[in-house]
């Protein structure tokens, strides 16, 4: 209620947009948005909680696809503009035209990771390469590989051979722990690959590094893979990589939600200490 109606947010924070029947959010209004919020809660920096955090390294390593996964990357991207250029679907709030959306947005993330899985097994896969050569330059450290995609694993597992272990969500509880413990305790165990079943609630800090097979699809996803690795305790910084395919949907996943997270903490920035809250 103190933001008002829904109807007069959107006039005062949002403006029009021709792909949104309720516009996009305006950022010179975030300031003004952030003092409205401010009494209402306590956002406090991890950091801040828990200054004995190892420190968190960053890298991006763009991947370059072939020219025969650019091929099939851009037929699948001229697929999606005709389905929206259609007649009689001039909104992207159509359910027809969402769910055409969701399942080529899906094919482009998948083509990026491996062709193999839109039933292209004669390409080039790019970003497992890219993979395989990333990891031999690691020695002796332990890695957390993360994708969103249960069947990119079997590929990704073939790549790095019988030194990876997987979590998937069709893994048992105690297969689950068993795993764990077998990439603390084995020397010779380097990688652990894991989907979203991986990214809650482990504790997986003998890995010096993260990578990211695919970008996650919100910062908060990004953040509890990075947490795995990154916990309390640790002294050695944790360096996160992420592969991203040049000039593709996951460039443009990055740069969401890097946006996302800029808005985030423009309208409810990180709060001070807690007294001066009192």
């Known amino acids: 209620r103190s933001l008002g109606s829904w109807y007069s947010f959107c006039a005062t924070y949002m403006t029009a947009d021709k792909f949104s029947m309720f516009g996009v959010i305006r950022k010179d209004r975030l300031p003004h948005l952030a003092a409205r919020l401010r009494p209402f809660y306590l956002r406090r920096e991890r950091e801040a909680l828990l200054p004995d955090l190892p420190d968190l390294m960053e890298e991006i390593v763009p991947v370059e696809l072939s020219e025969q996964e650019r091929k099939l990357y851009d037929q699948l991207v001229m697929d999606i503009l005709l389905e929206v250029e259609k007649p009689r679907i001039d909104r992207i709030e159509n359910p027809q035209n969402v769910g055409m959306g969701i399942v080529k947005f899906m094919k482009l993330r998948q083509l990026c990771v491996d062709p193999r899985l839109l039933g292209s097994g004669n390409l080039q896969h790019s970003k497992l390469d890219a993979l ?89 996803s990004y953040d509890q893979r990075c947490s795995r690795a990154r916990r309390q305790g640790r002294e050695d910084k944790v360096v996160s990589v992420r592969l991203i395919a040049r000039a593709s949907i996951e460039e443009k996943i990055y740069r969401m939600i890097e946006g996302k997270r800029e808005i985030s903490l423009a309208a409810m920035p990180y709060t001070e200490l807690i007294k001066e809250l009192i």
């Open 132 to 220: 395989k050569e990333f990891v031999s330059t690691l020695g002796t450290a332990k890695s957390l590989i993360f994708t969103e995609f249960a069947s990119a694993v079997p590929a990704i597992m073939e790549v790095l051979g019988d030194k990876a272990v997987e979590i998937t969500g069709a893994t048992s509880h105690a297969e689950r722990n068993r795993i764990v413990q077998k990439f603390h305790a084995d020397k010779e165990c380097k990688y652990l690959v894991g989907t979203k079943a991986v990214e809650m609630a482990l504790n997986l800090q003998a890995a010096d590094f993260v990578i990211h097979m695919d970008p996650p699809l919100t910062y908060a």
